[in-house]
DNA sequence: CGTCCACGTCTAC
DNA sequence: TAGACCTGGACGG
């Protein structure tokens, strides 16, 4: 998600992984943000693209109407919100006024649950790639947003939906803010395993970091949320041990809000590892990564919404 | 073959 | 608070 142009991170794998889980079931690759935005930054850098935005019949998401003989791809992300944002690179020697000049353009994504990004030669476009954008260079490459069960959305000058939240990675401590703030709020009155799914509080958090965060400090799914972020809402009082010591024992001991942070940032470090761009070997290190979602001997039950909720 | 399940919203009753 | 929206892999008969 929040990887902007100025995301430090590193290399990102090239095609989205997919992982085999300890009971067999397959999953894709999992972080719901950051990661799509740093493969996009790291592979579409100094990549230029050119031509229109090409949509498959099949999606029935908008038409992309941009179009442009040279034009740039950058990302940001937001909690599980992604932005792609093309910009004309300005022409030497335009037409004078022959149509507008394509201006720069935001499309905003959801991703649902199969959705990624992926660059691939534009004569081996893959199957559900339901938005395309071609590279100008020769052989041509294109970028694809691919989606086999159609539950991603994008939108055309679109902007982050207003009722989410800040991003539980890049907007930590306006994250932790919104949710300690609004402790009253009746989407609290619910399990803490239901609100850690309410994007209203916590963009980004989704149905395996809900498991793994929970069953970290060993809370039970279905305590109250209020109850359970009642605890939070008085920072440590100062004392006398070091800023050091003080770091360190966060680290050691993070709270749940922390952990909202922390989980996902650990894994888009998992994934961020080497350069290779097909080892099956990251798979294994997310898999390996779950202590709780879906791994063997741990139980399950449905939430009221019908998810499956782990926990020990 | 069939049923169940999947990292998520979205909207209609 | 149910479905609806989708494809496809695992597993059962």
């Not at 941009?66 to 992300?77: G, K, N, P, R, W």
């Not at 982050?160 to 709020?185: A, H, I, T």
């Not at 279905?222 to 024992?249: G, I």
């Amino acid at each position: 998600m929040p990887c902007g142009a100025s995301c430090p991170m590193g290399a990102e794998r090239a095609v989205p992984a997919t992982l085999r889980v300890a009971c067999g079931r397959e999953l894709r690759s999992p972080s719901p943000f950051l990661q799509p935005g740093r493969y996009i930054n790291d592979t579409c850098d100094g990549v230029t693209f050119s031509g229109r935005v090409e949509k498959s019949q099949v999606s029935k998401n908008s038409e992309v109407p941009f179009e442009s003989e040279e034009y740039l791809i950058s990302a940001t992300s937001r909690g599980k919100e992604f932005k792609l944002t093309l910009t004309p690179v300005k022409q030497e020697h335009s037409p004078p006024n022959k149509g507008e000049a394509q201006k720069p353009m935001d499309v905003i994504f959801r991703f649902g649950m199969s959705g990624s990004f992926k660059m691939t030669l534009a004569s081996e476009i893959p199957k559900h790639a339901h938005l395309r954008f071609y590279t100008k260079e020769s052989p041509p490459r294109a970028l694809c947003f691919v989606d086999y069960r159609r539950f991603g959305r994008w939108e055309v000058d679109g902007s982050w939906q207003p009722d989410r939240g800040p991003c539980v990675m890049l907007e930590y401590e306006k994250f932790r803010e919104n949710v300690l703030k609004n402790v009253s709020d009746k989407a609290f009155n619910k399990p803490i395993c239901e609100a850690l799914l309410n994007q209203k509080f916590f963009n980004g958090i989704g149905n395996y970091l809900r498991a793994e965060i929970l069953h970290r400090l060993k809370i039970p799914p279905f305590e109250k949320a209020r109850t359970v972020l009642e605890n939070l809402q008085h920072r440590e009082p100062d004392s006398a041990v070091t800023l050091s010591r003080k770091v360190k024992l966060k680290r050691e001991n993070p709270d749940l809000l922390e952990l909202c942070h922390q989980l996902p940032t650990e894994v888009v470090r998992l994934e961020g590892k080497g350069y290779d761009p097909e080892r099956s070997a990251d798979s294994t290190a997310f898999e390996q990564w779950l202590q709780c979602y879906n791994v063997p001997g741990m139980k399950s039950l449905r939430d009221a919404n019908g998810r499956t909720i782990w926990f020990q």
